[in-house]
């Protein structure tokens, strides 16, 4: 299939779309004291439940000095708290507070609201292209 260099210079507007949508997530999230770098946490320990550090590494593929810093930032806003491995003495788990646990259903409902805005512009048929096309790109 034969492109032409404007449809080519389409993929340089995907990392304006991704910060466009990384700052919606951040303005729904701002006053959580959260961020698009900090929600993800939350949602993998409520999906897995306790875990070290370096499973949560692992699991959502960042720079472990990155994972740190944030979860420090998630400590201090009392959304995690570190606890001793009963398995491995030398450890810690990772846990929600019962904040944390709160925030969970919020950071979901704050999403959903973000992708809904986000994909306004789109018909609802360009929407499920979209989201298919990006799971593919994303394969």
Not at 48 to 53: E, K
Not at 80 to 100: A, F, M, Q, W
Not at 109 to 131: D, R
């Amino acid at each position: 299939m034969d492109h032409d260099c404007n449809e080519i210079d389409i993929l340089k507007k995907l990392p304006t779309v991704s910060r466009q949508y990384i700052q919606l997530i951040d303005r729904y999230l701002m006053s959580y004291e959260l961020n698009s770098s900090l929600y993800y946490y939350i949602l993998k320990l409520y999906d897995f439940g306790d875990l070290p550090q370096e499973k949560l590494v692992q699991l959502t593929g960042v720079n472990a000095s990155n994972v740190t810093r944030a979860l420090q930032k998630l400590m201090d806003s009392n959304y995690v708290i570190r606890k001793e491995n009963p398995s491995d003495r030398r450890g810690y788990l990772l846990s929600l507070t019962p904040k944390g646990r709160e925030m969970y259903h919020i950071i979901l409902n704050n999403l959903k609201l973000v992708n809904e805005m986000f994909l306004q512009p789109l018909t609802p048929e360009e929407q499920n292209v979209f989201i298919t096309a990006i799971h593919k790109l994303n394969s």
